[in-house]
Nanobody, 132 residues
Framework: QLRLVEPGGGLVQPGGSLGSSCVAP????????MGWFRRAPEKEREGVSC????????YFTDSGKGRLTDSRDNARNTVYLQINNVKPEDPAAYYC?????????????????????????WGQGTQVTVSS
């Protein structure tokens, strides 16, 4: 079982930037695409972005377009999500998940909820809070 750990998150002022990371301490991630999801209070979980296994291609859902940056460092087995120009609607728990494919199209389907993920292949989530 591949374990994902998500340090990062925290408190940020509106207009600021905040990063989340997703680390596989005991495994390599370079054969997997990675998806990011978020769950805002009282809302359903939604996909926001997907990055392919070598980081050459990223995709953002409508919920993630414009202000998110998705990147990865396979040498560090780490994937990063940065939220820029934080807005009041951004507070949420952000989760990373493995998409066991090198097919970016399948990753896109995954973040749109059209392909199921393995429940054991999720990070624990990191909370992003916007200060008032």
């Amino acid at each position: 079982q591949l374990r994902l750990v998500e340090p990062g998150g925290g408190l940020v002022q509106p207009g600021g930037s905040l990063g989340s990371s997703c680390v596989a301490p005991e495994s390599t991630l370079d054969v997997y695409a990675m998806g990011w999801f978020r769950r805002a209070p009282e809302k359903e979980r939604e996909g926001v972005s997907c990055i392919n296994n070598d980081g050459s291609s990223t995709y953002f859902t409508d919920s993630g377009k414009g202000r998110l940056t998705d990147s990865r460092d396979n040498a560090r087995n780490t994937v990063y999500l940065q939220i820029n120009n934080v807005k009041p609607e951004d507070p949420a728990a952000y989760y990373c998940t493995i998409v066991p494919t090198v097919d970016q199209n399948r990753c896109i389907l995954t973040v749109h909820g059209e392909v199921e993920t393995d429940p054991d292949s999720w990070g624990q989530g990191t909370q992003v809070t916007v200060s008032s």
